[in-house]
């Protein structure tokens, strides 16, 4: 398990996670091919804090993003937004993802003569 957990980076757990619950979801990204995105940008802790126990001053960070190791480079910036209004004690996280366009090559083009 020491090993899935360095694989993670288990030192951008520091908000608050527990170690079991960071264990399990290290090793599912593992075993599924994919990285936690949300842990990797530097913000205030503010802005890392996912869900707040009602009446509690520290919050948590348990809500992670998990995307394909392909296409992880194209996350620009992650963070938790604390004013959405939906019901909830968790917090909105939302990623900023850059969209990559490939241009298909034709191999037989077809010249129109002007």
């Known amino acids: 398990m020491i090993k899935t957990l360095t694989f993670c980076r288990e030192t951008h757990f520091k908000v608050g996670c527990s170690y079991t619950y960071t264990g399990k979801l290290c090793n599912l990204a593992a075993a599924l091919n994919m990285e936690i995105s949300s842990t990797k940008f530097k913000h205030k802790r503010i802005h890392k804090e996912t869900w707040r126990r009602p009446?509690?001053?520290?919050?948590?960070?348990?809500?992670?993003?998990?995307?394909?190791?392909?296409?992880?480079?194209?996350?620009?910036?992650?963070?938790?937004?604390?004013?959405?209004?939906?019901?909830?004690?968790?917090?909105?996280?939302?990623?900023?993802?850059?969209?990559?366009?490939?241009?298909?090559?034709?191999?037989?083009?077809?010249?129109?003569?002007?």
């Open 55 to 114: 009446g509690a001053t520290e919050g948590n960070e348990i809500n992670h993003i998990l995307i394909s190791k392909n296409t992880a480079n194209t996350v620009n910036d992650m963070r938790s937004y604390r004013g959405a209004n939906a019901d909830s004690d968790h917090f909105v996280v939302i990623a900023k993802i850059k969209k990559i366009m490939y241009n298909s090559i034709k191999k037989n083009k077809i010249q129109v003569k002007r």
